[in-house]
């Protein structure tokens, strides 16, 4: 019944807001030795290279306003990842075909990951969610129904936008993020891989090219959403 199907997806959303969501994939992890580090004969050599792959080292090497900087690109990603969860489970109400149900399951169960990845390194930064998470899960599911009511190809080709826009938005913090954040970067880079193989996937599922008034509204509405959630 859609009533029960309702329920549960507004209970993951709860679980989402509050970030009480888990992983099915490990945290992506840097390479263990850089090229660099590799050629350093002697045990101090070795010492370096296990101290800059390591988490720990790598955060202890960040200055307290690279710190910063980075919590708030990450907690960026994470409202992005709240977004996403509502925007595909409200997408995945609207349809009524079985295939497209599993496939926004599918991309709603990778965006997870990236939700409890950029959790998870909030909390190694010292730093929280955005307190707005309440509202950016309602704005985002309202929209996501909205454009699945408008028939498939149209959501489909929501689906297919709002990746492409987050990759570009994940590519402009991988230029923003510090060289040696590499744990940071590490979950960023993954998290681009995998929004790549989403809009891919709905373009090959149907989803049309959006007006180009509509992708405008859509990258107004990220600026605004991206550049409050940086702070608040």
């Not at 800059?52 to 955060?59: L, N, V």
Request: hydrophobic share 40%; glycine share 8%.
């Amino acid at each position: 019944m859609f009533s029960d199907s309702l329920i549960s997806e507004l209970d993951r959303g709860l679980r989402a807001i509050v970030g009480v969501t888990q992983a099915s994939r490990p945290t992506p992890v840097p390479a263990k030795v850089t090229a660099q580090s590799t050629q350093v004969g002697g045990a101090a050599g070795a010492t370096d290279g296990a101290s800059a792959s390591s988490p720990e080292g790598a955060d202890d090497a960040l200055s307290p306003q690279e710190r910063r900087h980075v919590a708030g690109l990450m907690r960026v990603n994470h409202v992005g990842e709240v977004c996403a969860q509502a925007l595909y489970q409200a997408q995945k109400l609207a349809t009524k075909r079985p295939e497209l149900r599993r496939a926004f399951e599918h991309a709603g169960k990778e965006e997870e990951d990236h939700l409890a990845w950029t959790a998870h390194r909030l909390t190694e930064l010292g730093s929280r969610p955005s307190l707005l998470n309440p509202l950016w899960y309602a704005g985002a599911f309202a929209i996501g129904f909205v454009a699945g009511k408008c028939g498939d190809n149209v959501s489909l080709g929501f689906m297919s936008e709002t990746e492409r826009q987050v990759e570009h938005h994940l590519d402009t913090h991988l230029d923003e993020l510090p060289a040696h954040d590499l744990r940071s970067r590490a979950i960023v880079d993954q998290m681009r891989l995998d929004e790549i193989e989403h809009g891919q996937a709905a373009r090959d599922a149907g989803g049309i090219e959006l007006p180009a008034p509509v992708q405008r509204v859509m990258r107004a509405a990220a600026k605004v959403m991206t550049t409050t959630a940086y702070y608040i």
